[in-house]
């Protein structure tokens, strides 16, 4: 079975500090590649999407992802973090009629 | 003009009860899902439809029944409920690309369902 893997469950870090959020996927035909943030009490915003084209994809809120294709990861990179980016962060894959949501990491952020 | 709307955001109810989450949509997509979120933030995914055809029916007890009149809405009905069925019960929707796949599904704002 298809599956996507969050190894972080919880990444504290520094405000002003960057992060890096890590997700695998296991797949061998072409996907969708997403991810979303889901903020204290609310619903799944969707930070940005890897559809084709180039591989590194930005986001909303200055997020970013670099798309590889070797290593089926997506991985989720922001320079410089703030308070207000504490959420929880879902990685999401979709291929055929399947779409497939990680288990989510707690960013923490830290002053 | 909210995309995803659910209603209601809050319900507490007894154990036992029968009771029900609205879900509608106003973009236009073919397809809609129910999602349930546990204490941990674990999504699983219970059910889509496309088109009202139900798609995706995951192992849910069948005391889960969802009911899509429309394209737009897609309606979530517990029966006797228990107190494991309180979580945050999410509706999103998407529309399908007949190319590969499925494109980013928007979600609602979510049900939070407690059981006492």
């Known amino acids: 079975a298809q599956s996507v893997t969050q190894l972080d469950s919880q990444v504290p870090v520094f405000e002003e500090a960057p992060v890096e959020l890590r997700c695998n996927y296991s797949?061998?035909?072409?996907?969708?590649l997403f991810w979303y943030v889901q903020y204290p009490n609310q619903g799944l915003q969707l930070l940005l999407k890897?559809?084709?084209?180039?591989?590194l994809v930005k986001g909303i809120n200055g997020f970013e992802a670099e798309f590889n294709k070797s290593q089926t990861s997506f991985h989720l990179r922001k320079p410089s973090v703030h308070i207000s980016d504490t959420a929880e962060y879902f990685c999401?894959?979709?291929?055929?009629?399947?779409?497939?949501f990680g288990p989510g990491t707690r960013l923490s952020v830290l002053p | 003009d909210t995309a995803v709307s659910q209603t209601p955001k809050y319900l507490v109810t007894q154990m036992g009860n029968d009771k029900s989450i609205k879900c509608e949509q106003n973009?236009?997509?073919?397809?809609m899902y129910w999602y349930k979120q546990d204490s941990k933030k674990f999504l699983k995914i219970m059910f889509s439809?496309?088109?009202?055809?139900l798609i995706i029916n995951e192992t849910v007890p069948n005391r889960f029944s969802p009911k899509s009149p429309d394209k737009a809405h897609l309606n979530l009905h517990i029966n006797s409920l228990e107190l494991g069925d309180s979580a945050v019960y999410f509706c999103?929707?998407?529309?399908?690309?007949w190319g590969q796949g499925y494109n980013e599904q928007f979600f609602g704002p979510g049900t939070r369902l407690t059981v006492l």
């Open positions: 999103a929707s998407s529309q399908r690309d």
């Open positions: 973009l236009g997509h073919d397809t």
């Open positions: 439809y496309n088109n009202k055809e």
């Open positions: 797949s061998s035909v072409s996907v969708y």
């Open positions: 890897y559809l084709s084209g180039s591989t």
């Open positions: 999401a894959v979709t291929y055929g009629q399947n779409f497939v």
